[in-house]
Every structure is written in C-alpha cells, then in structure tokens.
Nanobody
Framework: QVQLVESGGGSVQSGGSLRLSCVVSGYTYSWLFMGWFRQDPGEEREGVAAIDSDGIIKYADSVKGRFTISQDNSKNTLYLQMNSLKPEDTAMYYC???????????????????WGQGTQVTVSS
C-alpha cells in the first residue's frame, strides 16, 4: 500500500517562500509518477507540478518560474519549492503518486491513484 505524507505548509506573507515535502512509502519510489496538486474549498483540485519516472517535469502556467518540483530518490521524498508566493496560491496542497500515469494526465487528478492528506498553505497580502 502506497502512503504519502506531506509536510511544510504554513502561513507566509505575499512574496515569501515555503518548501513542501512528501515522503513516500510502500512502493519503489523511482518507479512512480509524482505530482503536487492544490485545492480551495468548493474548487476543483488543480495540478501544480509533476515529475515522471524519467524525470520529465511539467508545471501549471500559474506557477511557472516561481515553483520548483524536485525529488530525492534516496529519501523517497518529493519536494515543492514555492517562491514569490501570492495570496492566490492559498490552498490545501496535496502530493499524489501513481505507477502508470499517462503523460497527458500528469497534471490531472484522474492520473493518480494515491494521495496524501494535504498540507495547508496560506499567503496573506
């Protein structure tokens, strides 16, 4: 059973930075497609960044140039470095994983089977 545990959320002012982490257990990490998603109450869960098993990275247009996804296979950990944060980045952030995500679904909720519990990010103006 794949388990994902996120951490690193918090409250920051506009322009600030946060780094989210997601520790994966129960599967060979390097075989997984991994993604970061976010969701506001009443809104759809939005893909933010993803990295596939070949290391190919994709970002949502709204975060390009500000967010960086990375991973440390030796620690089974996925990261999301978030810089120049804006109030509109406020959301619950989720880590997602799947061994067989089609590349056209790497930023789609439909592409992932396993999800973490989420970590809240709040950006004040």
């Amino acid at each position: 059973q794949v388990q994902l545990v996120e951490s690193g959320g918090g409250s920051v002012q506009s322009g600030g930075s946060l780094r989210l982490s997601c520790v994966v257990s129960g599967y060979t990490y390097s075989w997984l497609f991994m993604g970061w998603f976010r969701q506001d109450p009443g809104e759809e869960r939005e893909g933010v960044a993803a990295i596939d098993s070949d290391g190919i990275i994709k970002y949502a247009d709204s975060v390009k140039g500000r967010f960086t996804i990375s991973q440390d296979n030796s620690k089974n950990t996925l990261y999301l470095q978030m810089n120049s944060l804006k109030p509109e980045d406020t959301a619950m952030y989720y880590c997602a994983a799947d061994p067989r995500t089609p590349r056209w679904l790497v930023l789609s909720r439909a592409g992932y089977t396993y999800w973490g519990q989420g970590t809240q990010v709040t950006v004040s103006s």
